[in-house]
Protein backbone atom coordinates (compact mmCIF):
# COMPACT_ATOMS: atom_id res chain seq x y z
CA UNK A 1 0.00 0.00 0.00
CA UNK A 2 1.08 3.50 -0.97
CA UNK A 3 2.10 5.94 2.05
CA UNK A 4 -0.53 8.32 1.94
CA UNK A 5 0.82 12.15 0.56
CA UNK A 6 1.22 14.45 3.37
CA UNK A 7 -1.04 16.52 3.00
CA UNK A 8 -3.86 13.81 4.07
CA UNK A 9 -2.32 15.39 7.79
CA UNK A 10 -3.62 18.91 6.62
CA UNK A 11 -6.86 17.71 5.93
CA UNK A 12 -7.34 17.08 9.05
CA UNK A 13 -7.17 21.17 10.33
CA UNK A 14 -10.29 21.74 7.66
CA UNK A 15 -8.31 23.96 5.25
CA UNK A 16 -10.05 25.83 2.22
CA UNK A 17 -9.57 23.68 -1.36
CA UNK A 18 -7.41 26.10 -2.94
CA UNK A 19 -5.23 26.00 -0.04
CA UNK A 20 -5.70 21.77 -0.27
CA UNK A 21 -4.80 22.36 -3.87
CA UNK A 22 -1.54 24.19 -3.54
CA UNK A 23 -0.50 21.30 -0.53
CA UNK A 24 -1.35 18.54 -3.07
CA UNK A 25 1.06 20.23 -5.62
CA UNK A 26 4.16 19.76 -2.94
CA UNK A 27 6.23 17.00 -2.02
CA UNK A 28 6.51 17.87 1.17
CA UNK A 29 5.18 19.93 3.95
CA UNK A 30 8.85 21.32 4.07
CA UNK A 31 8.61 22.58 0.52
CA UNK A 32 4.88 24.00 1.14
CA UNK A 33 5.92 25.65 3.72
CA UNK A 34 9.29 27.43 2.06
CA UNK A 35 7.54 28.14 -1.42
CA UNK A 36 4.09 29.45 -0.02
CA UNK A 37 3.57 33.28 -1.16
CA UNK A 38 0.24 33.34 1.09
CA UNK A 39 0.95 34.40 4.35
CA UNK A 40 -2.61 33.89 5.22
CA UNK A 41 -2.80 30.70 4.60
CA UNK A 42 0.59 30.23 6.88
CA UNK A 43 -1.08 32.21 9.54
CA UNK A 44 -4.03 30.20 9.69
CA UNK A 45 -1.71 26.83 10.16
CA UNK A 46 0.24 28.70 12.51
CA UNK A 47 -2.96 29.82 14.22
CA UNK A 48 -4.35 25.90 14.58
CA UNK A 49 -0.84 24.57 15.79
CA UNK A 50 -0.03 27.28 18.17
CA UNK A 51 -0.13 27.07 22.00
CA UNK A 52 -2.07 28.84 24.33
CA UNK A 53 -1.80 32.68 25.28
CA UNK A 54 1.45 33.38 26.83
CA UNK A 55 3.23 30.19 24.67
CA UNK A 56 6.36 30.98 23.01
CA UNK A 57 4.68 29.47 19.82
CA UNK A 58 1.68 31.80 20.04
CA UNK A 59 3.52 34.89 21.32
CA UNK A 60 6.28 34.27 18.06
CA UNK A 61 2.52 33.87 15.89
CA UNK A 62 1.00 36.90 17.17
CA UNK A 63 4.72 38.94 16.40
CA UNK A 64 4.14 37.89 12.66
CA UNK A 65 0.84 39.29 12.75
CA UNK A 66 1.30 42.30 13.62
CA UNK A 67 4.11 42.57 11.72
CA UNK A 68 1.83 42.08 8.56
CA UNK A 69 -1.14 44.00 9.78
CA UNK A 70 1.70 47.01 10.19
CA UNK A 71 1.32 46.98 6.03
CA UNK A 72 -2.12 48.62 6.47
CA UNK A 73 -1.19 51.31 8.34
CA UNK A 74 -0.89 53.10 5.25
CA UNK A 75 -4.02 52.49 4.64
CA UNK A 76 -5.29 54.92 7.90
CA UNK A 77 -5.76 58.29 8.97
CA UNK A 78 -7.93 60.09 11.79
CA UNK A 79 -9.37 58.10 14.52
CA UNK A 80 -8.39 54.70 12.92
CA UNK A 81 -5.02 55.31 12.59
CA UNK A 82 -4.86 56.71 15.99
CA UNK A 83 -7.12 53.47 17.00
CA UNK A 84 -4.28 51.32 14.88
CA UNK A 85 -1.39 52.71 15.77
CA UNK A 86 -2.63 52.23 19.93
CA UNK A 87 -3.43 48.25 19.01
CA UNK A 88 -0.09 48.07 17.57
CA UNK A 89 1.55 49.33 20.75
CA UNK A 90 -0.41 47.36 22.97
CA UNK A 91 0.21 44.26 21.42
CA UNK A 92 4.08 44.52 20.98
CA UNK A 93 4.61 45.66 24.58
CA UNK A 94 2.57 42.44 25.24
CA UNK A 95 4.92 40.78 23.26
CA UNK A 96 7.91 41.77 24.87
CA UNK A 97 7.49 39.60 27.93
CA UNK A 98 7.86 36.77 25.27
CA UNK A 99 10.94 34.78 25.62
CA UNK A 100 10.71 35.12 21.86
CA UNK A 101 11.59 38.95 22.59
CA UNK A 102 12.90 39.04 25.92
CA UNK A 103 14.38 42.46 26.48
CA UNK A 104 10.88 44.13 26.01
CA UNK A 105 8.66 45.24 28.67
CA UNK A 106 5.21 44.25 30.00
CA UNK A 107 1.97 44.61 29.21
CA UNK A 108 -1.18 42.14 30.16
CA UNK A 109 -3.86 39.90 28.01
CA UNK A 110 -6.30 42.16 28.88
CA UNK A 111 -5.11 45.32 27.51
CA UNK A 112 -4.38 43.61 24.59
CA UNK A 113 -7.99 42.61 24.12
CA UNK A 114 -8.80 45.92 24.98
CA UNK A 115 -6.73 47.58 22.00
CA UNK A 116 -8.44 44.93 19.42
CA UNK A 117 -11.58 45.92 20.49
CA UNK A 118 -11.37 49.55 20.21
CA UNK A 119 -9.69 49.44 17.06
CA UNK A 120 -12.41 46.25 16.05
CA UNK A 121 -14.94 49.61 16.93
CA UNK A 122 -13.36 52.22 15.01
CA UNK A 123 -13.41 50.06 12.06
CA UNK A 124 -17.10 49.52 12.52
CA UNK A 125 -17.08 53.13 12.44
CA UNK A 126 -15.04 54.69 9.55
CA UNK A 127 -15.84 52.55 6.23
CA UNK A 128 -13.21 52.63 3.94
CA UNK A 129 -10.19 52.60 6.76
CA UNK A 130 -12.24 49.80 8.19
CA UNK A 131 -9.88 46.59 6.63
CA UNK A 132 -6.25 48.27 8.08
CA UNK A 133 -7.86 48.25 11.32
CA UNK A 134 -9.75 45.04 11.56
CA UNK A 135 -6.24 43.26 10.30
CA UNK A 136 -4.67 45.00 13.74
CA UNK A 137 -7.34 44.15 15.63
CA UNK A 138 -7.23 40.51 14.63
CA UNK A 139 -3.31 40.49 15.05
CA UNK A 140 -3.95 41.26 19.04
CA UNK A 141 -6.86 38.89 18.92
CA UNK A 142 -4.22 36.25 17.93
CA UNK A 143 -2.75 36.89 20.91
CA UNK A 144 -5.48 35.47 23.22
CA UNK A 145 -5.69 32.09 21.36
CA UNK A 146 -8.48 33.19 18.94
CA UNK A 147 -7.64 30.44 16.19
CA UNK A 148 -8.99 32.24 13.03
CA UNK A 149 -7.50 35.64 13.87
CA UNK A 150 -4.07 35.86 12.46
CA UNK A 151 -5.56 34.43 9.01
CA UNK A 152 -7.91 37.50 9.78
CA UNK A 153 -4.71 40.04 9.73
CA UNK A 154 -3.26 38.94 6.88
CA UNK A 155 -6.93 38.88 4.99
CA UNK A 156 -7.84 41.99 5.97
CA UNK A 157 -4.22 43.90 5.61
CA UNK A 158 -4.89 42.75 1.88
CA UNK A 159 -8.24 43.90 1.89
CA UNK A 160 -6.77 47.01 2.59
CA UNK A 161 -4.97 47.66 -0.76
CA UNK A 162 -7.23 48.55 -3.55
CA UNK A 163 -6.59 45.91 -6.51
CA UNK A 164 -6.46 42.13 -6.80
CA UNK A 165 -2.76 42.01 -7.69
CA UNK A 166 -1.74 44.42 -5.13
CA UNK A 167 -3.80 42.28 -2.51
CA UNK A 168 -1.57 38.94 -3.89
CA UNK A 169 1.25 41.08 -3.69
CA UNK A 170 0.12 42.00 0.11
CA UNK A 171 -0.33 38.63 0.89
CA UNK A 172 3.16 37.78 -0.57
CA UNK A 173 4.92 40.45 1.14
CA UNK A 174 3.07 38.76 4.39
CA UNK A 175 4.77 35.39 3.67
CA UNK A 176 7.70 36.96 3.90
CA UNK A 177 7.12 38.46 7.20
CA UNK A 178 5.71 34.78 8.28
CA UNK A 179 9.14 33.31 7.35
CA UNK A 180 11.14 35.79 8.91
CA UNK A 181 9.74 35.05 12.64
CA UNK A 182 8.72 30.59 11.64
CA UNK A 183 11.49 29.61 8.94
CA UNK A 184 10.95 26.71 9.55
CA UNK A 185 7.01 25.05 9.39
CA UNK A 186 5.28 24.26 12.73
CA UNK A 187 5.26 20.46 13.17
CA UNK A 188 1.38 18.98 12.23
CA UNK A 189 -0.46 17.10 14.48
CA UNK A 190 -4.23 17.49 15.82
CA UNK A 191 -4.93 18.78 18.87
CA UNK A 192 -1.05 20.97 19.07
Given at each position: ????????????????????????????????????????????????????PDSVSRKALVAAAVDCAALARKHTS?????????????????????????????????????????????????????????ACANAAAAAYAEANAATAAAYYTSLASSTADDQMSTLSRCASIVHRHHPNPPRLRKGA
Open positions: MPTPHWSTKLELFNPCAEALEYARSKPSFAAAWRDCKRGDWMLWILGRLSGPGKTRKAFDHCQRTVRKYLRRAAVLPSWGAETLAEVRTAANAAAYTARAEGDEAYAAC
